[in-house]
T-cell receptor, first 117, second 109 residues
Framework: DGGITQSPKYLFRKEGQNVTLSCEQN?????MYWYRQDPGQGLRLIYY???????QKGDIAEGYSVSREKKESFPLTVTSAQKNPTAFYLC????????????????FGPGTRLTVL | KNEVEQSPQNLTAQEGEFITINCSYS?????LHWLQQHPGGGIVSLFM???GKKKHGRLIATINIQEKHSSLHITASHPRDSAVYIC???????????FGKGTKLSVKP
């Protein structure tokens, strides 16, 4: 059963604590992405990775960090520097990152809803 | 101004009705996606298109590159179609997806 898994589905943390959100895929995709979704807003890109050991900042990377040590895994850490971390976080993957006019379908995980108290 | 605008924001329909959701964009793009987000939050990709029209079951997506406009149509709507439909385009400064805010569809039996 191929797909993307995110855990946990719901996460509660105290203000000032770092927290790491898990994202795993068994689709053999090279590219992985992290998005943030807030009520009334479109998804916004936090970080993306085209290949193992490489990642790039998206539009709202401040206060977040990522790693890509394995092709299957792209964990996101929400640090205490993120001013407003409460949100719904979605991970996605695709065969590759669009370039030169081509584009790949992105497959999304079920999301993690983070609430900072 | 948002680079991807969807209309309407909210839509309520009776079962069986024909539904149209619109998406206009202001950036140059290489492809446009239509996505479906169910109440639990998971997102499914419905279509990716760069020209013309695509059909899958009761869903039809069209795009007019010159007018920078796309539509998603649902024929014979059903309560299970109730979801948020999101338009996204490839074309950000980093070549990434830019998302609309979504259209919340509710189909009543």
């Amino acid at each position: 059963d191929g797909g993307i898994t995110q855990s946990p589905k719901y996460l509660f943390r105290k203000e000032g604590q770092n927290v790491t959100l898990s994202c795993e895929q068994n689709l053999n995709h090279d590219a992985m992405y992290w998005y943030r979704q807030d009520p009334g807003q479109g998804l916004r890109l936090i970080y993306y990775s085209q290949i193992v050991n490489d990642f790039q900042k998206g539009d709202i990377a401040e206060g977040y960090s990522v790693s890509r040590e394995k092709k299957e895994s792209f964990p996101l850490t929400v640090t205490s520097a993120q001013k407003n971390p409460t949100a719904f976080y979605l991970c996605a993957s695709s065969l590759g990152v669009a370039s030169g006019g081509s584009a790949d379908t992105q497959y999304f995980g079920p999301g993690t809803r983070l609430t900072v108290l | 101004k948002n680079e991807v605008e969807q209309s309407p924001q909210n839509l309520t329909a009776q079962e069986g009705e024909f539904i149209t959701i619109n998406c206009s964009y202001s950036v140059g793009i290489s492809a446009l996606h239509w996505l479906q987000q169910h109440p639990g939050g998971g997102i499914v990709s419905l279509f990716m298109l760069s020209s013309g029209k695509k059909k899958h079951g009761r869903l039809i997506a069209t795009i007019n590159i010159q007018e920078k406009h796309s539509s998603l149509h649902i024929t014979a709507s059903h309560p299970r179609d109730s979801a948020v439909y999101i338009c996204a385009v490839w074309g950000g400064s980093q070549g990434n997806l830019i998302f609309g805010k979504g259209t919340k569809l509710s189909v009543k039996p």
